[in-house]
T-cell receptor, first 118, second 114 residues
Framework: NAGVTQTPKFRILKIGQSMTLQCTQD?????MYWYRQDPGMGLKLIYY???????DKGEVPNGYNVSRSTTEDFPLRLELAAPSQTSVYFC?????????????????FGEGSWLTVV | GNSVTQMEGPVTLSEEAFLTINCTYT??????LFWYVQYPGEGLQLLLK?????DKGSNKGFEATYRKETTSFHLEKGSVQVSDSAVYFC?????????????FGKGTKLSVKP
């Protein structure tokens, strides 16, 4: 059971370049999320999706775009990379956004993507 | 708004020492509370959770009790091991809002020395 899979794991970008972080989950979860984690800080929500075709902004959406054409995939797009986007990015998924399961995780995280913009 | 405050790190302990990592929260309604652990080079993993006041979450020797009167959810372990070295995040989900996403604290790095 793969869970949440992110690629690439590491990437170095030049200022102004664009790239897409890929995220896929095989648990048929409706909710998917993208977080960023800056050094010494907690995770901040960039975008989230409640189902295929539906996305919404989180706390720090500027400079990013997302799409959700299928239940499984939730790619994150950086159009014009800036040094401020140097961070670790985590994709996550959960079965719903408004209910707690009585056992197991409520939200599953990928292993992270380390992005450096120089 | 909703927020989580946890003690600043890093915390350095010797093996078999007692661990407390403080976490307090601010939230409207009745949030659920979590501790996540992040081992070096890995993503976050749920360590334990509590969904209502006075609930105690426990896992792998770690415990935390949901204290509504003090708005706290402190993480404790009686005897830490070197393998417990990681970053620990306190988090809440408040389902009174429009969507339930996790609000994280800044994380506390724990280093356990042999």
């Amino acid at each position: 059971n793969a869970g949440v899979t992110q690629t690439p794991k590491f990437r170095i970008l030049k200022i102004g370049q664009s790239m897409t972080l890929q995220c896929t989950q095989d648990m048929n979860h409706n909710y998917m999320y993208w977080y960023r984690q800056d050094p010494g800080m907690g995770l901040k929500l960039i975008y989230y999706s409640v189902g295929a075709g539906i996305t919404d902004k989180g706390e720090v959406p500027n400079g990013y775009n997302v799409s959700r054409s299928t239940t499984e995939d939730f790619p994150l797009r950086l159009e014009l990379a800036a040094p401020s986007q140097t961070s670790v990015y985590f994709c996550a998924s959960s079965p719903t956004g408004t209910a707690i399961t009585l056992s197991g995780n409520t939200i599953y995280f990928g292993e992270g993507s380390w992005l450096t913009v120089v | 708004g909703n927020s989580v405050t946890q003690m600043e790190g890093p915390v350095t302990l010797s093996e078999e020492a007692f661990l407390t990592i403080n976490c307090t929260y601010t939230a409207t309604g009745y949030p659920s509370l979590f501790w996540y652990v992040q081992y070096p080079g890995e993503g976050l993993q749920l360590l334990l959770k509590a969904t209502k006041a006075d609930d105690k979450g426990s896992n792998k020797g770690f415990e935390a009790t949901y204290r509504k009167e003090t708005t706290s959810f402190h993480l404790e372990k009686g005897s830490v091991q070197v393998s417990d070295s990681a970053v620990y995040f306190c988090a809440l989900v408040n389902y009174g809002g429009s969507q339930g996403n996790l609000i994280f604290g800044k994380g506390t790095k724990l280093s356990v020395k042999p």
